[in-house]
């Protein structure tokens, strides 16, 4: 039995090609070890038989963003919500096209944290011009939550939600509100505060029984199931 050596020098050896090349082929998920996929340069081969996939390509990865349907009831922390992240949580029906890498699920960074109790829409990405986005642009970026209610809306309440409310002795800036039914409230706004919808709610008369949060900016989480995640598709845009 031959010295095992790293796959990143045998598949160099083998094609022939240079080590940066056969480790790019590697970590784009191109490369099969006795029939499975191996994304790590440094595995240790010996004996077993190494193929490269007819349509391996040497374009460095793209880097990653992915939206994750943070399920109601959990309030976790970014790391927590993190760890959601996984190949068998992702959503069967993910349009995007991107075919999933090890590489995808490494320093993820989350950007614009949901209101305080609220399940929905998550966002964790690699790129930076995704993180650049999202952090200068966070106070005009609009957010949407859908909003279940209990109580009754006085006759200028949702006027008063549009428009007229205080929060921390300063009056907030105009909002969209209005309702989607009988027990849920559409709040679209920008610069959300910690706590601000409750706080509008509860000025109202308004119980907060859940909140869900649907879009950021141009983006939405469409028909993304709890506990789910996808990729950001090429062509979305925040």
Known sequence: MSTPIRLAKRLAATLPCSRREAELYIVGGWVMVDGLVVEEPQFMVSEQK???NPEASLTPLEPATILLH?????????????????AEARAADDPSG?????QHFLRLVQHIPLENNASGMLIFTQDWRAARKLSEDAVSLEQ???VEVAGV??????????????LNGRILPPIKVSWQNETRLRFALKGVQPGQIAHM????GLQ???MKRIRIGRVAMGKLQSGQ???LMPHEKF
């Not at 943070?70 to 996984?86: D, E, K, V």
């Not at 006759?155 to 409310?165: A, F, T, V």
């Not at 709610?201 to 109202?204: G, I, K, L, R």
């Open 201 to 204: 709610c509860e000025s109202v």
């Open 208 to 210: 907060v029984l859940a």
């Open 70 to 86: 943070q399920p109601a009831g959990t309030g976790m922390n970014p790391s927590a919500a993190l760890q959601l992240i996984r």
């Open 153 to 166: 809306l006085p006759p200028e309440g949702l006027k008063l939600l549009n428009h007229g409310l205080t």
């Open 98 to 102: 991107i075919h999933m890498l090890k």
């Open 144 to 146: 949407e939550y859908i």
């Open 50 to 52: 190494i193929e490269l």
């Open 229 to 231: 995640w996808r990729y």
